[in-house]
């Protein structure tokens, strides 16, 4: 059993940022593979950003590349988000995730399927 608890979401202007952090509990939290999602009102929830087990791999959906910077802290058993330059379209639920499908190499882990713990999200809300 892994707990996922995500914090740092707010109310910023555009072209602000924030950092989003997601604390991971009740198993090794060097196990699993972590990744960050989010879903929007009306939408679909949509894949952001996933990180290898030992951090040495990251994905990022074309939306957020050059923007976002994804990371972890095993001191802390946290993942993060970075998230700069922010825009209205980034607006959304974030939900962080971890998932035991990674089996090394470059990380490809972009479908909610592949993920077996999820956060409850944090809000993030981008004004123009």
């Known amino acids: 059993q892994v707990q996922l608890v995500e914090s740092g979401g707010g109310l910023v202007q555009a072209g602000g940022s924030l950092r989003l952090s997601c604390a991971a509990s009740g198993r090794a939290f060097s196990s699993y593979a972590m990744g960050w999602f989010r879903q929007a009102p009306g939408k679909e929830r949509e894949f952001v950003s996933a990180i290898s087990w030992s951090g040495g791999n990251t994905d990022y959906t074309d939306s957020v590349k050059g923007r976002f910077t994804i990371s972890r802290d095993y001191a802390k058993n946290t993942v993060y988000l970075q998230m700069n330059s922010l825009k209205p379209e980034d607006t959304a639920v974030y939900y962080c995730?971890?998932?035991?499908?990674?089996?090394?190499?470059?990380?490809?882990?972009?479908?909610?399927?592949?993920?077996?713990?999820w956060g409850q999200g944090t809000q993030v809300t981008v004004s123009s």
């Open positions: 995730a971890a998932s035991s499908s990674y089996r090394g190499g470059s990380i490809y882990l972009r479908y909610e399927s592949e993920y077996d713990y």
